[in-house]
């Protein structure tokens, strides 16, 4: 037996942590990777289908089975072969070759491919596997650790070598070996592996009788803990000969994501940390960011300050802390995020208990409608209701109950489910259904406190005695959750014994037809794959449906202790940056950024058509420059940056007073041009931008501070000559002040490092 291997990206199962002043933060471990099923039946023609369920951001499989004599199979446009791959037996009778390819789903790729046949034969088949690590700015690289072999010694046991290695917890392993003989059906079982969770018996496993024939199985199960997944081994119904390829597949990184490491307060302190930092490529909030491959990733700082400059300086111990690159652009506004979407590392994140307040029920035989149970107590503003019904035919209603919202629906043989839900208005009217011509209802209604938002359903249907809504697909998002499981039968009767953890809230049954529904929940502190069911009294036809929603709670967002960090991180779920990628115990050093400002006063400014004046009378006296209504005018001077400013965007905000009073909100209109002069030609233009103000009722003398604009490209460092030119555009039609713009001075906020 021969084994070849190679290892993915180091450090992909760290811990995820910031440790501050001795403290660590956490947090949890994210759940495996699963198969998307159904799989597709593999292709002996060359024209596999991909997974008909697969979704943006799954990483799609491809595996081929060849003649080992002919030349390998050439990966399809698009898809990228693994490291070692091919693995081929060296015999030629029946010798065989496997060969697996991937890549990422983006909604561009097409189905069925197209696999070229090298020679005696091909056969194909496609997986998907959903829940792995994202694509980064870095690389895009969803694995451990892979490795493949093959055994030219004919016999009905193959075996996949010791060495493969996770490097973090719940990995996904990707078994797929492929076999020379001329057989077309299943050929592989049973698969074992004392090491693995959930290991099944086949995900795939068949063949084609083309030419020489060979065929392909393929299996996956989670290796929970980090280290060598040990020895995996299939029978097979035939002695063959036999090659294979193993491989471990990471989960999403943690939802350590986007950062706004400041109070918003004008003068509050700003935070710089060291850590590794990996960049997603997606927008943020509608703002691309624009990050810079440093290489070493070892060491790194990512600052941003109050202006949304952001600088990345890497390894500090081997440079001694020179930029390598840097990058300024608008962030984010912390508007964006509310506290509802946010949590706070280490800061414990609570969640509310939900509560089952009331639980009714009602039916009826014969008729086109029903209206279900009077709520009592009334309902709770805020809270969730539910309402599951079950009816004897098949079709739909138009449309929910008004103000209801379809959370699922599942149709059977003979029979309809649905389940609706909404949030309570208080006091709410009890909700009447319509079906779609004369049947038997049963309406099953109920209320609970602290839960919020509808996370993730499934549903499934058939003929039995067990209901199930398992389907292996719907992941929930949120580690406090209440699950709900609604399961009609059509002449079942009593249902009992609920699976999963579930238990029985409710049920109902129609006497003579022993039609009945059943409405099941449980409270999750994990996130995890739905599955449940029940049992009813007797076999029939059957719907169920599954879902989910989050708790209410989080983190409350206070004003960190002195010497704290404070740390925004959006919840699981959600579209995330990753900030942070650390190895367990590794501390990392805080310097502190402050917002300062600079004022210059109109004394101090040159002119530009304006005019120089008072206002008041002594010993009351302020000097302005006086901007008139319809024209362009300014004043300029220049300015030497403080030696504590950090290299960065600076804002500009007008200080002026209103000439006259004016009632109606109204904007004047602004200009500024900055050069930096430092070894320039002083005489050569700079970089104009042109803003609206902000648009308010103005009082005559009282002061007017603007919100101002940013610098845009231009950054100024500490020490450097700086030239500023500010005008009002007053001919402008987006200049709507009418009235003398008295400006007192220029206001210059900085970020500068203490």
């Known amino acids: 037996m021969t084994r070849t291997r190679a290892h993915g990206t180091a450090g992909a199962g760290a811990v995820y942590s910031i440790k501050q002043s001795g403290v660590s933060s956490s947090f949890a471990l994210q759940p495996a990777p699963y198969v998307v099923t159904p799989m597709p039946s593999g292709s002996g023609a060359g024209a596999p289908a991909l997974p008909a369920n697969r979704a943006v951001g799954d990483v799609?499989?491809?595996?081929?089975?060849?003649y080992s004599v002919d030349p390998a199979v050439v990966a399809p446009a698009g898809w990228t072969q693994l490291t070692f791959s091919p693995q081929?037996?060296?015999?030629?009778?029946?010798?065989?070759?496997?060969?697996?390819?991937?890549?990422?789903?983006?909604?561009?790729?097409?189905?069925?491919?197209?696999?070229?046949?090298?020679?005696?034969?091909?056969?194909?088949?496609?997986?998907?596997?959903?829940?792995c690590r994202a694509a980064t700015v870095f690389e895009d690289n969803p694995f451990d650790d892979m490795m493949g072999g093959f055994d030219d010694a004919t016999s009905n046991l193959v075996t996949f070598s010791s060495g493969l290695i996770t490097e973090g917890n719940n990995r996904l392993i990707v078994f797929v070996v492929a076999r020379g003989n001329d057989l077309a059906d299943s050929e592989f079982t049973p698969w074992t592996n004392a090491g693995l969770f959930d290991l099944h018996d086949d995900w795939t496993d068949s063949g084609t009788l083309t030419g020489n024939g060979g065929g392909l199985a393929a299996t996956?199960?989670?290796?929970?803990?980090?280290?060598?997944?040990?020895?995996?081994?299939?029978?097979?119904s035939q002695s063959v000969r036999k090659a294979w390829f193993q491989l471990a597949l990471a989960p999403v990184d943690p939802p350590v994501a986007q950062s706004l490491v400041r109070e918003r307060a004008y003068g509050a302190s700003q935070v710089v940390w060291t850590a590794n930092v990996f960049l997603s490529t997606t927008e943020v909030d509608g703002y691309a960011l624009a990050v810079h491959d440093i290489g070493d990733r070892t060491k790194?700082?990512?600052?941003?300050?109050?202006?949304?400059?952001?600088?990345?300086?890497?390894?500090?111990?081997?440079?001694?802390?020179?930029?390598?690159?840097?990058?300024?652009?608008?962030?984010?506004?912390?508007?964006?995020?509310?506290?509802?979407?946010?949590?706070?590392?280490?800061?414990?994140?609570?969640?509310?208990?939900?509560?089952?307040?009331?639980v009714k029920k009602t039916s009826v035989t014969g008729s086109a409608s029903l209206t279900a149970a009077a709520w009592s107590p009334a309902t709770t503003a805020g809270n969730l209701l539910l309402m599951a019904i079950h009816y004897t035919?098949?079709?739909?209603?138009?449309?929910?109950?008004?103000?209801?919202?379809?959370?699922?629906?599942?149709?059977?043989?003979?029979?309809?489910?649905?389940?609706?839900?909404?949030?309570?208005?208080g006091a709410d009217a009890a909700p009447a259904v319509t079906a779609p011509g004369s049947c038997d209802i049963i309406i099953i209604?109920?209320?609970?406190?602290?839960?919020?938002?509808?996370?993730?359903?499934?549903?499934?249907?058939?003929?039995?005695?067990t209901p199930t809504f398992n389907s292996g697909d719907a992941l929930s998002t949120q580690t406090d959750e209440q699950w709900f499981g609604v399961v009609g039968s059509m002449a079942g009767g009593t249902q009992s014994l609920p699976t999963d953890g579930f238990a029985i809230v409710d049920q109902l049954v129609i006497g003579g037809s022993q039609q009945s529904l059943a409405l099941l929940d449980k409270h999750m502190t994990v996130t995890a794959l739905i599955k449940g069911g029940d049992t009813t009294a007797a076999s029939a036809d059957w719907a169920a449906v599954g879902v989910t929603f989050k708790s209410t709670g989080g983190a409350t967002i206070g004003t960190p202790a002195t010497g704290k960090v404070r740390v925004y991180t959006k919840k699981p779920g959600s579209e995330s940056l990753l900030l942070y990628k650390s190895d367990a115990g590794t501390e990392y050093s805080l310097q502190t950024l402050q917002l300062r400002s600079l004022f210059i006063p109109a004394g101090d400014l040159k002119l530009d058509s304006a005019t120089t004046g008072t206002l008041?009378?002594?010993?009351?006296?302020?000097?302005?420059?006086?901007?008139?209504?319809?024209?362009?005018?300014?004043?300029?001077?220049?300015?030497?940056?403080?030696?504590?400013?950090v290299t960065a965007t600076i804002k500009v905000r007008p200080i002026w007073v209103p000439g006259s009073t004016d009632g109606v909100a109204h904007t004047v209109r602004w200009s500024m041009n900055i050069k930096?002069?430092?070894?320039?030609?002083?005489?050569?233009?700079?970089?104009?931008?042109?803003?609206?103000?902000?648009?308010?009722?103005?009082?005559?003398?009282?002061?007017?501070?603007?919100?101002?604009?940013?610098?845009?490209?231009?950054?100024?460092?500490?020490?450097?000559?700086?030239?500023?030119?500010?005008?009002?555009?007053?001919?402008?039609?987006?200049?709507?002040?009418v009235g003398i713009v008295n400006l007192l001075g220029i206001r210059i906020d900085y970020t500068s490092r203490i």
Request: charge should be negative; aromatic fraction near 6%; glycine fraction near 10%.
């Open 616 to 645: 008041g009378t002594t010993p009351n006296l302020t000097s302005i420059v006086a901007y008139a209504d319809a024209a362009t005018q300014g004043a300029y001077t220049n300015l030497v940056m403080p030696l504590d400013a």
């Open 88 to 131: 081929a037996t060296p015999t030629s009778t029946d010798g065989t070759r496997v060969a697996v390819f991937w890549r990422r789903a983006d909604g561009t790729e097409s189905s069925p491919l197209t696999v070229a046949n090298p020679g005696d034969h091909t056969y194909s088949v496609t997986m998907a596997v959903r829940g």
């Open 300 to 358: 790194q700082i990512l600052s941003v300050d109050d202006f949304g400059n952001m600088a990345l300086t890497g390894n500090l111990a081997a440079s001694g802390g020179s930029t390598i690159a840097s990058s300024n652009f608008t962030w984010g506004a912390a508007s964006k995020l509310d506290a509802s979407d946010i949590i706070e590392l280490g800061a414990s994140v609570s969640y509310l208990t939900p509560v089952r307040v009331q």
């Open 220 to 236: 996956a199960g989670t290796k929970v803990y980090p280290g060598d997944v040990g020895v995996t081994t299939a029978v097979i």
């Open 60 to 66: 799609l499989l491809l595996f081929t089975e060849s």
């Open 445 to 465: 209604t109920s209320e609970y406190t602290n839960l919020a938002t509808f996370d993730a359903a499934q549903s499934r249907s058939g003929s039995s005695a």
């Open 676 to 737: 930096i002069l430092t070894a320039a030609d002083v005489t050569a233009a700079g970089t104009t931008v042109t803003w609206t103000g902000d648009s308010a009722t103005r009082t005559a003398n009282v002061q007017v501070v603007e919100a101002g604009q940013l610098s845009t490209a231009v950054t100024p460092a500490a020490g450097e000559d700086v030239r500023l030119l500010l005008q009002r555009i007053g001919a402008d039609g987006a200049d709507t002040y």
């Open 393 to 425: 035919l098949t079709g739909s209603p138009s449309v929910p109950p008004s103000g209801w919202t379809e959370g699922k629906t599942s149709t059977g043989a003979t029979g309809k489910l649905l389940l609706y839900y909404k949030v309570a208005a």
